[in-house]
């Protein structure tokens, strides 16, 4: 039996098209449209971690991953000149909440800064978690496949979908 996994992906313009902060408000919004929700609480608490990582542009190759109970969701973060231009940029509204039910994220970060962000993320959050940048997400083989294939981001918002257990049903 195949394990089918959908996922999501966006990817964000950055620094110099956006501030940081900006980038994560942009980020937060995506991820969790509902204001004054606990989630929102919980993300705007590690804004500090988060502007961090995207100013040191851990997200361009290595996704930002929400998980738990709906479709695993990938952001991305363009810098630079794209940002500007806007290339490779897509930030539309996701079709379900990837912060329903039991969720968390998993965010990457440099190998010589994991130590103060897991801290730090320990702190405020026991659902943001770091990794190394270019380790994958725990359980998550396809990102592995697409690494060694030569490319981390998803060619599309839709990576697969098992037609034989979606239609035997």
């Known amino acids: 039996m195949s394990r089918a996994v959908s996922v999501a992906a966006r990817t964000i313009a950055s620094i110099p098209a956006r501030t940081a902060i900006d980038t994560w408000n942009v980020i937060v919004d ?36 929400v998980y738990g109970s709906g479709p695993r969701t990938r952001i991305y973060t363009v ?8 290339d490779g ?3 539309d509204a996701l079709s379900f909440d990837p912060t329903g039910g039991d969720w968390r994220i998993s965010v990457p970060c440099l190998p010589e800064d994991l130590p103060w962000v897991q801290r ?8 943001v978690q770091a990794r190394a940048l270019g380790e994958a997400v725990s359980g998550e083989q396809d990102e592995d496949d697409r690494k ?22």
């Open 120 to 127: 730090s993320l320990a702190r405020a959050s026991s659902r």
């Open 30 to 65: 995506l991820i969790d449209p509902h204001d004054r929700s606990n989630t929102r609480r919980e993300l705007t608490a590690i804004a500090g971690v988060a502007c961090s990582l995207i100013t040191d542009e851990t997200l361009m190759d290595d996704a930002l991953v």
């Open 148 to 169: 060694a294939a030569g490319s981390s981001r998803p060619s599309s918002s839709i990576l697969e979908v098992d037609l034989d257990a979606f239609l035997s049903r």
């Open 79 to 86: 810098h630079g000149d794209d940002a500007v231009a806007g």
């Open 89 to 91: 940029v897509r930030e």
